[in-house]
């Protein structure tokens, strides 16, 4: 009788504990689906500029630029350099002294706070994307 009784309530137990997990599944889905749809909805950045003529050469040159990521804390400072076409170049220096900045520079992950940066004479704020050579 007592075994039978407690096979009985276990069978009877399972399916509600069950369902409870499912719950909370279902809850955990749901909070991920929001974010999912939260990021699917952001708006797409409109960088472009108005040049659409393509890069020839691509002279690329950094004109007096400064940049911080947070204001006041200057990273970049008064930082010029000219590279020619085709020309491959290395930047050293120590961690921290910002050299993935200048690609995020060069790449609009960022843009300048002043100064420019010029590809073939043109600044980069001007130059549509589909003008670049990817
Ligand atoms: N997204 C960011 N927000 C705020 N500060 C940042 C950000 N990225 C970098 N920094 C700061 O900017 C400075 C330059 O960082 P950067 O990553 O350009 O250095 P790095 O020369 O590439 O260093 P490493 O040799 O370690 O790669 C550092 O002081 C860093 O803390
Ligand atoms: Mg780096």
Known sequence: MISAFVVYSKQFSRPINELAQLYGQIQTALAGAERIFAVLDEESENKDGDRNDPVREGVIEFKNVN????????????????????????????????????????????????????????????????????
């Open 67 to 134: 940049f911080s990521y947070v204001p006041g804390k200057q990273v970049i400072s008064d930082f010029s350099l000219k590279v020619e076409a085709g020309k491959k170049i290395a930047l050293v220096g120590s961690t921290g002294s910002g050299k993935t900045t200048i690609v995020n520079l060069l790449m609009r992950f960022y843009d300048v706070d002043s100064g420019s940066i010029l590809i073939d004479g043109t600044d980069i704020r001007d130059v549509s994307t589909d003008a670049l050579p990817i």
